[in-house]
């Protein structure tokens, strides 16, 4: 405590310092445990960032690294980082990254001593476990009896009342009629949870708020579970209202250890599953935080745990907390834990699989400061969080140092495929305290550009700077809760940003034009230049851009100094400014009735992009009447899928009537279920997808018979 108090006032060296001396006990403590097992290359069964972030450790630690790919995957950045790359099939994971044979196989081949399963696909899956020690293959993780045991949450919630775990009030039983879930529902009490026995990830799980939903939201988590963990056995709980989801990192060895390394906050969620999060937990007592660590232990020596893993609670407004479930593998949340206890848990996971003992004891592991994980989906906030696929057609990002982490396992020009989850990037940083830390998730956020797709960046920017959000009063409602200020009405885009996006247009026009000029062979002529520049002739120009579907009509003057008066209605703007080339991006600077201001700029697909320091733009070039009548201009006659994805159920046929709202078919696309529903009343007129097949986003699901045919 006085080398923390010491080091305060020296900033960010200090904070280093700190950050730096668990590692530096840790690295001599290892100097003189070495030992166990040698595992000198490991296959990571797995994609994405967190097969790149395995592979930066066992870079470190001098570990050759294996990947498999599916064929979706064969560009893809964790295949370019890996030592050797294998294919393992096409890209439904079914085939490819579930296919245990298929990765067991390229483990033999490729010589690799153990197999790090990261999480999702194979990380929690008993029997992958047990192949792996049947033939010899070291299983980064828990025994598999802990995964079992821990996986079918019955028989969790079992063993953590026995082991003194606080539980939640539910039915963990193997009656699962709907009838017998249904009495259960109604004695515990609504609303009620619905989970997936083996659940995870907020998969399987749906609440059910009254008796009259209960059956069509169990046969929807049902389903999901099917698809998920070809399980759909369920459990029953009590839905704690507007909880606290707080989790504890745990870590156990073969030695009989265990140790918790401090919580997080998890609570900010959608659809059940985490947006941001953070460690430790805020306003959580030092008293309540050792409840919670000796809880969590108790609840890894209970399974004789080995490896990282995660006891998940749920916490009320008095601070009492319920065991949930536990987690057995590494968390996408778990950089926020290594940010504030000075770790590498990718490490502690490959020394402790090798027989070493656990690096750290309880009272060496120490808390420093704050961080905070934002998780950067290909998704659209304002579409209730619909994900999307597409390509990566700009990125950049903050720069990263040991204070932000960038988690990610694409790059720039790369596509989000619709065959997986679709999370760009974690974005980590870390602080001394909340508030620092918070200013800074905003600031990086602010420096996270992406072009191409939608994304949730400025829903974090809402979020994170929510008046409650900075307080710390956090729940597993808050969106909900707060909907109106996070999702507030699309205001016009100022008009001084609009003239920002004209000038943006026509520098880049110059640019261009300027650059053929210095490329041309031919005497260039100034007739054909379009920067506007005139001899004695103030040029105007007219510009129509777009500001979501209203038409902006910006009339350019240009002047002879090289700056240009903009009208837009009745107001006018004497603008100036330049392009600047930093790196491989273009930055407008830009002076607006004498304000000034710098800018990122992208153009692409007919789009102007505008990055600021407080924001973002974008702004439409319109399509040209003769290319987007080509689309269909009218209004669709039946429902359409939401992006592409493949058909599930279909509960309609031709000849069926149906009204507005009614289902028509379940769509499974980037890990989530859809259910298409009916846009209006009316006759199904033809189906065009069956079960199993694969549609297109906008692709015509259903086709309604106009009103004319319905009438005869």
């Not at 294998?86 to 490729?110: F, H, T």
């Not at 529902?185 to 026995?197: C, F, N, Q, T």
């Not at 400061?369 to 969080?385: K, M, Q, T, V």
């Not at 999702?487 to 004209?502: G, I, L, N, R, S």
Request: glycine letters at 8%.
């Amino acid at each position: 405590m006085a080398l923390a108090a010491a080091e305060r006032g020296r900033g960010s060296l200090g904070a280093l310092r700190r950050l730096q001396w668990n590692q530096v006990r840790i690295f001599v403590k290892w100097a003189s445990t070495i030992g166990g097992h040698s595992i000198g290359k490991i296959l990571i069964a797995n994609r994405g960032e967190i097969a790149c972030r395995v592979m930066r450790t066992a870079k470190k630690m001098g570990v050759k690294s294996v990947a498999v790919y599916s064929e979706a995957d064969r560009n893809s950045l964790h295949v370019a980082m890996a030592d050797e790359a294998y294919c393992i099939g096409p890209p439904p994971s079914q085939q490819s990254y579930l296919a245990m044979e298929k990765i067991l196989q390229v483990a033999k081949v490729s010589a690799a001593q153990a197999v790090h399963p990261g999480y999702g696909f194979l990380s929690e899956n008993t029997e992958f476990a047990d192949l792996c020690k049947q033939q010899g293959i070291i299983f980064i993780g828990p025994p598999s009896s802990a995964i079992r045991d821990m996986g079918i949450k019955s028989t969790s919630k079992a063993i953590m009342s026995a082991a003194g775990v606080p539980v939640v009030e539910g039915y963990h039983g193997e009656d699962q009629s709907d009838e017998c879930l249904k009495e259960h529902a109604k004695r515990i009490g609504y609303p009620v949870m619905i989970k997936a026995v083996r659940g995870g990830g907020g998969k399987g799980m749906r609440i059910a708020y009254s008796e009259k939903e209960f059956l069509d939201q169990l046969e929807s988590a049902r389903r999901e579970a099917k698809k998920s963990f070809n399980d759909d056995a369920m459990l029953i709980e009590k839905f704690v209202d507007n909880p606290r989801h707080v989790e504890v990192q745990v870590f156990g060895d073969q030695h009989g250890n265990a140790v918790y390394l401090f919580e997080r906050d998890c609570s900010v969620q959608r659809r059940h599953q985490k947006i941001i999060e953070e460690a430790p937990g805020p306003g959580i007592s030092p008293e309540v935080r050792r409840r919670l660590g000796e809880a969590a232990v108790r609840a890894a020596k209970a399974v004789n745990y080995v490896g990282a893993g995660t006891v998940e609670f749920i916490m009320d407004s008095q601070h009492n907390f319920y065991f949930m479930e536990m987690n057995t593998r590494l968390q996408v949340e778990h950089p926020v834990t290594e940010m504030i206890t000075g770790t590498d848990l990718v490490e502690w996971q490959l020394r402790v699989a090798a027989g070493e003992k656990i690096p750290l004891m309880q009272e060496e592991i120490l808390l420093q400061g704050h961080a905070f994980e934002a998780r950067i989906y290909a998704e659209d906030p304002n579409n209730n969080f619909m994900p999307g696929a597409g390509p990566l057609l700009h990125l950049s990002t903050p720069p990263a140092d040991r204070f932000t982490r960038i988690e990610t396992g694409v790059r720039q020009g790369d596509e989000v495929s619709v065959h997986y989850d679709p999370m760009i990037a974690k974005l980590v940083v870390w602080a001394e305290d909340r508030q620092a830390a918070l200013r800074k998730l905003r600031y990086s956020l602010h420096q996270y550009n992406i072009v191409g797709l939608s994304t949730n960046i400025d829903f974090l920017l809402s979020l994170s700077g929510h008046p409650q959000f900075e307080a710390g009063k956090v729940h597993t409602n808050f969106i909900p809760q707060h909907h109106d200020e996070l999702f507030p009405a699309k205001k016009a885009t100022p008009h001084e940003v609009m003239c920002q996006a004209a000038l943006g247009l026509i520098l880049k026009e110059k640019m261009l034009t300027d650059a053929f000029r210095d490329q041309s062979d031919d005497k260039f002529s100034p007739f054909a230049s379009s920067s506007g520049r005139r001899i004695n002739i103030c040029y105007t120009r007219e510009l129509s851009l777009l500001d979501g579907e209203n038409i902006v009509d910006v009339a350019v003057s240009y002047n002879q100094d090289g700056s240009y008066k903009m009208q837009i209605q009745d107001k006018e703007f004497l603008i100036s400014g330049e392009i600047l080339k930093e790196g491989d991006s273009l930055y407008l600077r830009s002076s607006v009735n004498g304000t000034v201001s710098k800018s990122k700029l992208v153009i692409l697909d007919n789009t102007i992009y505008l990055f600021f320091p407080e924001g973002s733009a974008q702004i439409g070039l319109p399509v040209p009447k003769y290319l987007s009548a080509v689309s269909s201009g009218a209004e669709q006659s039946g429902a359409v899928a939401p992006m592409t994805g493949t058909v599930e159920k279909v509960f309609v046929k031709a000849g069926d009537k149906v009204q507005i709202g009614d289902p028509l078919m379940v769509m499974i696309a980037m890990k989530m279920e859809h259910t298409i529903r009916a846009p209006k009343a009316g006759v199904i007129k033809k189906v065009n997808f069956q079960e199993g097949a694969q549609a297109n986003r906008h692709a015509p699901l259903v086709e309604f018979m106009d009103e004319e045919a319905e009438s005869k």
